[in-house]
Protein backbone atom coordinates (compact mmCIF):
# COMPACT_ATOMS: atom_id res chain seq x y z
CA UNK A 1 0.00 0.00 0.00
CA UNK A 2 1.10 3.30 -0.93
CA UNK A 3 1.91 5.85 1.95
CA UNK A 4 0.19 9.35 2.08
CA UNK A 5 3.04 11.60 1.38
CA UNK A 6 4.42 9.34 -1.75
CA UNK A 7 0.93 9.25 -3.17
CA UNK A 8 0.96 13.23 -2.74
CA UNK A 9 3.89 12.74 -4.45
CA UNK A 10 3.16 11.17 -7.28
CA UNK A 11 -0.58 13.20 -7.87
CA UNK A 12 2.07 16.52 -7.53
CA UNK A 13 4.06 14.93 -10.23
CA UNK A 14 1.69 14.24 -13.29
CA UNK A 15 0.04 17.20 -12.58
CA UNK A 16 3.28 19.04 -13.45
CA UNK A 17 3.99 16.71 -16.43
CA UNK A 18 -0.10 17.33 -17.42
CA UNK A 19 0.72 21.25 -17.02
CA UNK A 20 4.24 21.01 -18.96
CA UNK A 21 2.21 18.95 -21.89
CA UNK A 22 0.21 21.29 -21.95
CA UNK A 23 2.02 24.18 -22.34
CA UNK A 24 4.64 22.36 -24.76
CA UNK A 25 0.95 21.93 -27.01
CA UNK A 26 0.23 25.58 -27.13
CA UNK A 27 3.48 27.04 -28.42
CA UNK A 28 4.45 29.36 -30.56
CA UNK A 29 2.33 29.29 -33.47
CA UNK A 30 5.06 31.65 -35.81
CA UNK A 31 5.43 35.04 -36.30
CA UNK A 32 2.17 37.04 -35.98
CA UNK A 33 3.00 40.50 -36.45
CA UNK A 34 6.57 42.41 -37.56
CA UNK A 35 9.46 42.72 -35.10
CA UNK A 36 9.84 44.96 -32.17
CA UNK A 37 12.33 47.09 -34.38
CA UNK A 38 10.17 47.30 -37.88
CA UNK A 39 10.39 49.91 -39.78
CA UNK A 40 7.68 49.60 -43.40
CA UNK A 41 10.34 52.30 -45.18
CA UNK A 42 11.37 51.01 -47.81
CA UNK A 43 9.99 49.72 -51.77
CA UNK A 44 7.18 46.89 -51.31
CA UNK A 45 5.66 45.23 -54.42
CA UNK A 46 2.07 45.58 -54.01
CA UNK A 47 -0.75 43.45 -56.15
CA UNK A 48 -4.65 42.96 -55.84
CA UNK A 49 -6.35 39.65 -56.47
CA UNK A 50 -9.56 38.56 -57.45
CA UNK A 51 -11.08 41.57 -56.44
CA UNK A 52 -14.85 40.85 -57.23
CA UNK A 53 -18.23 42.61 -57.93
CA UNK A 54 -21.33 41.13 -58.97
CA UNK A 55 -20.15 41.21 -62.38
CA UNK A 56 -16.68 41.30 -62.28
CA UNK A 57 -13.26 39.94 -60.80
CA UNK A 58 -10.38 41.79 -61.40
CA UNK A 59 -6.37 41.34 -60.50
CA UNK A 60 -4.21 43.96 -60.20
CA UNK A 61 -0.13 43.84 -60.58
CA UNK A 62 2.98 45.66 -61.34
CA UNK A 63 2.62 48.51 -58.42
CA UNK A 64 5.44 49.38 -56.27
CA UNK A 65 4.42 51.10 -53.41
CA UNK A 66 7.95 53.17 -51.60
CA UNK A 67 7.35 54.11 -48.14
CA UNK A 68 9.59 57.00 -46.42
CA UNK A 69 10.09 59.43 -43.37
CA UNK A 70 10.46 62.75 -44.01
CA UNK A 71 11.21 64.71 -40.57
CA UNK A 72 9.39 61.78 -38.66
CA UNK A 73 6.48 62.01 -41.21
CA UNK A 74 5.57 58.78 -43.31
CA UNK A 75 4.95 59.38 -46.85
CA UNK A 76 3.92 57.04 -49.74
CA UNK A 77 4.80 57.16 -53.49
CA UNK A 78 3.09 54.52 -55.96
CA UNK A 79 4.30 53.74 -59.10
CA UNK A 80 3.03 51.47 -62.08
CA UNK A 81 4.45 51.79 -65.19
CA UNK A 82 1.74 49.96 -66.56
CA UNK A 83 1.92 47.00 -69.62
CA UNK A 84 -1.31 44.95 -69.24
CA UNK A 85 -1.38 44.67 -65.54
CA UNK A 86 -4.80 44.67 -64.96
CA UNK A 87 -6.88 41.88 -65.74
CA UNK A 88 -10.40 41.25 -65.44
CA UNK A 89 -13.31 39.01 -66.20
CA UNK A 90 -16.59 41.27 -66.70
CA UNK A 91 -19.99 40.27 -67.29
CA UNK A 92 -18.01 36.46 -68.66
CA UNK A 93 -15.08 38.80 -71.10
CA UNK A 94 -11.77 38.53 -70.24
CA UNK A 95 -10.19 42.09 -70.60
CA UNK A 96 -6.24 43.56 -69.97
CA UNK A 97 -6.11 47.07 -69.20
CA UNK A 98 -3.10 48.80 -68.28
CA UNK A 99 -2.66 51.11 -64.66
CA UNK A 100 0.27 53.73 -65.01
CA UNK A 101 0.34 55.72 -61.77
CA UNK A 102 3.61 57.79 -60.66
CA UNK A 103 1.87 59.35 -57.72
CA UNK A 104 1.60 60.09 -53.40
CA UNK A 105 -0.46 57.80 -51.30
CA UNK A 106 -3.05 59.64 -49.88
CA UNK A 107 -4.47 59.07 -46.55
CA UNK A 108 -1.55 56.64 -45.31
CA UNK A 109 -2.33 56.05 -41.53
CA UNK A 110 -0.01 53.58 -39.87
CA UNK A 111 -1.33 52.33 -36.23
CA UNK A 112 0.56 49.99 -34.70
CA UNK A 113 -0.07 46.90 -37.34
CA UNK A 114 -2.79 48.64 -38.73
CA UNK A 115 -2.19 50.59 -41.97
CA UNK A 116 -4.81 52.49 -44.31
CA UNK A 117 -3.71 53.97 -47.54
CA UNK A 118 -5.56 54.98 -50.59
CA UNK A 119 -4.97 55.92 -54.28
CA UNK A 120 -6.82 59.01 -56.35
CA UNK A 121 -7.64 57.53 -59.43
CA UNK A 122 -9.95 58.93 -62.47
CA UNK A 123 -12.73 56.64 -61.29
CA UNK A 124 -12.41 57.23 -57.77
CA UNK A 125 -10.10 56.36 -54.56
CA UNK A 126 -8.96 52.72 -54.10
CA UNK A 127 -9.18 52.11 -50.89
CA UNK A 128 -6.63 49.88 -48.58
CA UNK A 129 -7.21 48.55 -45.54
CA UNK A 130 -4.64 46.27 -43.91
CA UNK A 131 -2.44 44.62 -41.39
CA UNK A 132 1.31 44.49 -40.96
CA UNK A 133 1.80 40.65 -41.17
CA UNK A 134 5.73 40.29 -40.75
CA UNK A 135 9.06 42.10 -41.46
CA UNK A 136 8.69 42.28 -45.12
CA UNK A 137 4.42 41.24 -45.50
CA UNK A 138 1.28 42.99 -45.25
CA UNK A 139 -2.15 42.01 -46.57
CA UNK A 140 -5.63 43.56 -46.09
CA UNK A 141 -9.13 44.18 -48.15
CA UNK A 142 -8.77 46.91 -50.78
CA UNK A 143 -12.21 48.73 -52.66
CA UNK A 144 -11.03 49.95 -56.09
CA UNK A 145 -13.19 51.57 -58.77
CA UNK A 146 -12.55 50.80 -62.59
CA UNK A 147 -14.09 52.21 -65.43
CA UNK A 148 -15.47 49.89 -67.76
CA UNK A 149 -17.74 50.09 -71.13
CA UNK A 150 -21.03 49.91 -68.67
CA UNK A 151 -19.48 52.16 -65.98
CA UNK A 152 -17.83 52.12 -62.78
CA UNK A 153 -17.46 49.19 -61.06
CA UNK A 154 -16.70 48.79 -57.17
CA UNK A 155 -14.64 45.48 -56.80
CA UNK A 156 -13.45 44.61 -53.32
CA UNK A 157 -10.46 41.96 -52.68
CA UNK A 158 -7.53 40.63 -51.03
CA UNK A 159 -4.21 43.05 -51.52
CA UNK A 160 -0.91 41.87 -50.28
CA UNK A 161 2.04 43.75 -50.42
CA UNK A 162 5.84 42.14 -50.30
CA UNK A 163 8.96 44.04 -49.30
CA UNK A 164 11.42 43.89 -52.38
Not at 1 to 21: D, E, F, G
Not at 131 to 159: C, E, F, Q, Y
Request: proline letters at 3%.
Amino acid sequence: MTSTPNRWRSMTWTALTLIAVTMAACGDDGPTGPSANFDIVGQWSWQVTNATASNATCTITGVTITFARNNGTLTGHRMATGGGNINCTVNGSPSTASYTTDDDLDNLVLSGEAIEFSFATTTGAWNMSGTITGDNTMAGTATIRLGTSGGTVVLTGPWTATRI
